[in-house]
């Protein structure tokens, strides 16, 4: 009956206290809010050297099929056009985000999204865009742009969008 | 006694047998076949103190919790009870435990001093009259009175089932908030049952994927709080974290530590290529692990360090390799029909666990090493992402639901693919790692 003698195994308990009092946004900044939104001003879309007309007037991305990064003769239209701008507006740079549907895991889509951007970003350095203006960024399925879960939105969710970063006089 | 440990034995064996029975991929469905879960009883802790009067029901609600919570047992409730148990000392009164069909009862104390809490407890085989095992006694500070609770539950469900218990570990995971395409993500952790939530990153960058270092001490995540992913270790006691070295222009993510604690298992994309690397956490030497053009990513390491699980879409589509530690020739594990991902050692080692796409469904599914065996555990829109109970018997994964207002959860299931359960979360929750024993 002698309970207490028999084994008493203290719990090294966790501190867990010090940690709630951290305050999280002092170590937490920049990331990821606005995925596909222009980064540069935007101007307005009359202005050919706009970011809005980079974005509106050229087409700032482009589709992929399932599971593919191949570019579709629409997508290198669309690129044609972004590497004839970016050549003619030097001041830009690029950030190139490669996105993916909700179809896969998390862990395959960044991968393919990173294919994407890739693509992308070869077919704009293969036009005479110098190389480092040009980022990539893979998102996979954490920023879909539409979020119903049928065809007509993965579709526009499997892109590449080259977002303009670069100095810009607005 | 006899009779109490066979009950419960024979269930244990019917949750395995089929598995052993059949070669062939098995689809065990959540619903079918009913094990009768063992009755037990769990009175409030006699209170030895009068403060430590607040913690005697706490005590015993946590540890039956636990219990009905795996699917092998069942509570009966106090309103049934015929006698209470008023003292500690004194005899069980075993047979109104049996007129009410508890075959296993836990007695417990508590007592209160300052701070401290002692838990002492007794488990009981109510139909032999005989304790199961010894008693125990656990100490430790009042605000620690979970963890206690949860140790004695471990102390049941080991004594009954001849498993190792699972219920005093924790979970890191991602906590969501917010539409789809605004999804905001905070890393936490919690118990495993959902308490204790504390949030360790805010949501001003989206977090993925945290992994536990095999002594629970350190988190390993994905964070693009550098705007691009990048992977971070972060010590869990000071909440403090730093960003492992990477190359320019690369991005890295899925990381995952050796059963050591001295490496981490990632994957890197660099020119729209993806493949697996590791790296000396102490030293930063990173080491390239394959090198081919197509996807190469979600490694896991087996429980002796010697190999690693991954996902590779080399043959076209998605499927699970084995490959040894410092890489070389992988051999293919999956050949069902579909897409395999994010496949994950049993801490046991007997099994992998993995997410399967097919036909527009998402599956959390088990195998055997050699890719025999494969059973899929569950069947919905969309889960993904399994972790590992301590014990390697129970899944944790990540279940989204459908359409514009698609939420995630995270979801509990046995390795039989029965007792899918909800885990409570405060808000949307995916991602889920599960610590080791603490």
Known sequence: MNLLGKIAAPIALVALAACSNTDPSAWGSGGAGGAGAGGAGAGVASDPTS???????????????????????????????????????????????GHADEQGTREYNLALGARRANAAREFLISRGVAGNRLKTVTYGKERPIEICSEEACYAKNRRAVTVLTGATTG | MMKFLTSLFLGTALLVAPAQAQN????????????????????????????????????????????????LFREIGSDAYISQVSSFEAPVQFADWKAINAQALVTGAVNVSGNQLTVRFRIWDVFSGAELGNGLQFAGTTDGWRRMAHKVADQVYSRITGETGYFDSRVAFVSESGPKNQRRKRLAIMDY?????????????????????????RVLYTSYESGTPRIYVLDVGRVQRRVLQSQEGTMSFAPRFSPDGQTVLYSLAQGGNTDLWSMNIGSGQSARLTNAPSIETAPSYSPDGSQIVFESDRSGTPQLYIMPARGGEARRISFGKGRYG?????????????????????????????????????????????????????????????????????????????????????????????????
């Open chain 1, 51 to 97: 970011p809005a007309y980079f974005q509106q007037a050229i087409g700032d991305r482009v589709l992929f099929s399932v599971d593919q990064s191949t570019l579709t003769a629409e997508a290198q239209t669309i690129l044609q056009g972004q590497a004839d701008w970016l050549l003619r507006n030097v001041d830009f740079t690029a950030t190139i985000e």
């Open chain 2, 193 to 217: 049952d959902g308490a204790n939530v504390q949030y360790l990153t805010d949501s001003s960058a989206i977090v993925l994927a945290p992994r536990f270092s095999p002594t629970g001490d």
């Open chain 2, 342 to 438: 994010t496949p994950v050692w049993s801490p046991r080692g007997d099994y992998i666990a993995f997410t399967k796409q097919n036909k527009g469904r998402f599956h959390i599914g088990v195998m055997r090493t050699d890719g025999s065996e494969e059973r899929l555990l569950t069947a919905s829109f969309l889960d993904e992402g399994p972790t590992w109970a301590p014990n390697g018997r129970v899944i944790m994964f990540t279940r989204e639901t459908q359409g514009a207002s698609g939420r995630s959860a995270l979801y509990s299931v046995d390795i039989s693919g029965r007792n899918l359960r909800p885990v409570r979360t405060p808000d949307g929750g995916s991602d889920p790692a599960w610590s080791p024993l603490q």
């Open chain 2, 24 to 71: 062939q991929p098995l689809r065990i469905e959540i619903t079918e076949g009913v094990i009768e879960p063992l009755p037990f009883a769990a009175p409030n802790f006699v209170p030895d103190t009068p403060a430590a009067a607040e913690y005697s029901a706490q005590l015993a609600r946590v540890v039956a919790a636990d219990l009905s919570g795996t699917g």
